[in-house]
């Protein structure tokens, strides 16, 4: 087995420090940061994914492999940034204004960076405002929204209208998502995409992007 | 009269499938990695849990004033069917404490987000084993408790309005015990339940899960609830 395979194997076991020590050895061995991200730690993630897709294996060893991926990709960011290779796209995140719950837009968030994403994780009772704001200031061009009360729901719709108003629509997209968020909600407000779970948030934010390596 | 009710982190602990369910994991579906995450959480919620409660029997009159609150329910909803028929009415919040939710947090914020998420459910199971308990204490209180049965019904669900938490709090005001709300009617701290227990006969409670707002309700959690022999 190489190198490669072997990192893809470790991560989906979820062992952080041996896929910390494999990407050393990797990139020692002169694969090229790139290769090693997407052979590797891509790779592994995928099969992560289809396994968490299939009921195979379950939320805390996707959690493990992220934690995992990151252990590779905190070795690898500095040489892609150096060599020119631009991460899949910036995510700004947050509960919006009045929501306190955060769980769910931190599994989110994990799952993003795990994807590759560059993720700006505001927190929670974030109001529609800072959002918009941090989008355009830091280049982001995902805004992704979690709410947990259907009494702070209509902070989304605030958040999208603002989008709007600042004529970042199509530039900026949008997707909700949080328990009492559906589909229904996302296309009443106008909202670009709902994850109804932290798996599909990555796909329909890859898909918003067209940003699947 | 209203009453207050502290439990050991031991009698609050929640059982392995109830957290594992939380998690999305089916029964002996846990990885041994998941099994070790479990022991780990439940051991910090025998650490930090701090479980209360404060409870107050209610009239149905002002109950309806409780349930009418913002006047922002669903135009039908079961209670209004269950409570008319009810032997008793109860109002309550319970929680399992500020500290597991602090370190629910910490523990995102120290890269450990399978622990994090793990402890999550461990203490949002917890939260709901309160109700469960208020309920059983409830139900043993009875008389009659082999021909009733006990269930909570919350604010936020079943058609009525999450706003409702602001008359539920006015009413039973349970800043006594440390919960709070705030302006979106979220209870602080986080992992806390709130409602109403509704001593009545079982078929008092069965209803059709088929009201307008029932349709975005993904797990339809009343049918279990409705089908349990226990409370």
């Avoid at chain 1, 990139?27 to 299939?54: C, I, S």
């Avoid at chain 1, 296309?187 to 390596?213: K, P, Q, S």
């Avoid at chain 2, 009415?89 to 622990?115: D, W």
């Avoid at chain 2, 009733?148 to 009525?160: E, F, K």
């Amino acid at each position: 087995m190489g190198i490669l395979d072997e990192i893809a194997e470790s991560l989906e076991r979820g062992e952080d420090q041996e896929v910390g020590a494999l990407v050393r050895r990797a990139l020692d061995e002169r694969h090229a940061p790139l290769e090693v991200l997407n052979q590797g730690l891509v790779a592994g993630m995928d099969v992560v994914g289809e396994r968490f897709r299939a009921r195979e294996i379950f939320l805390p060893d996707v959690l493990m492999a992220a934690r995992a991926m990151y252990a590779g990709l905190d070795l690898l960011k500095p040489l892609l940034a150096r060599e020119g290779v631009p991460s899949a796209a910036r995510v700004v995140l947050g509960s919006v204004h009045g929501d306190l719950h955060d769980i769910g837009k931190n599994l989110v968030g994990i799952m993003l960076r795990g994807a590759g994403f560059d993720v700006i994780d505001l927190g929670n009772d974030v109001p529609a405002a800072r959002f918009v704001d941090i989008a355009v200031e830091r280049g982001a061009s995902v805004i992704g929204l979690s709410a947990l009360l259907t009494t702070t729901m209509p902070v989304m719709k605030d958040v999208v209208e603002l989008v709007r108003a600042r004529g970042l629509a199509g530039r900026v997209r949008v997707i909700v998502g949080g328990a009492p968020v559906s589909e229904a909600w996302a296309r009443e407000i106008g909202a670009d995409a709902h994850g109804y779970d932290a798996a599909n948030a990555v796909e329909r934010v890859r898909a918003l992007v067209g940003a699947r390596r | 009269m209203r009453e207050r009710v502290t439990w050991t982190p031991a009698e609050a602990a929640p059982s392995r499938e109830a957290v594992l369910a939380l998690q999305g994991i089916p029964p002996r579906g846990a990885s041994p990695r998941a099994e070790g995450l479990l022991d780990r959480a439940l051991a910090i919620h025998l650490e930090l849990a701090e479980p209360r409660a404060i409870v107050g029997a209610i009239t149905r009159g002002e109950f309806a004033e409780v349930y009418r609150g913002a006047g922002r329910n669903a135009p039908e909803t079961p209670l209004e069917c269950i409570v008319p028929r009810a032997d008793g009415l109860a109002l309550f919040a319970a929680t399992v404490g500020a500290p597991l939710t602090s370190r629910i947090r910490a523990l995102f914020a120290e890269n450990e987000p399978a622990l994090a998420a793990m402890l999550d459910s461990v203490a949002s199971a917890a939260a709901d084993r309160l109700a469960d308990l208020l309920a059983a204490r409830a139900l043993a209180e009875m008389a009659s408790g082999d021909r009733v049965r006990v269930l909570a019904y919350s604010p936020g669900y079943c058609g009525w309005h999450v706003s409702g938490q602001g008359a539920l709090f006015a009413a039973l005001r349970p800043e006594e015990i440390g919960v709070t709300l705030n302006a979106s009617f979220l209870m602080e701290p986080l992992k806390s339940v709130s409602g109403v227990l509704v001593t009545a006969a079982p078929e008092v409670h069965r209803f059709a899960p088929a009201f307008p707002f029932c349709a975005d309700c993904r797990d339809k959690p009343c049918r279990a609830r409705m089908a349990s022999r226990a409370a």
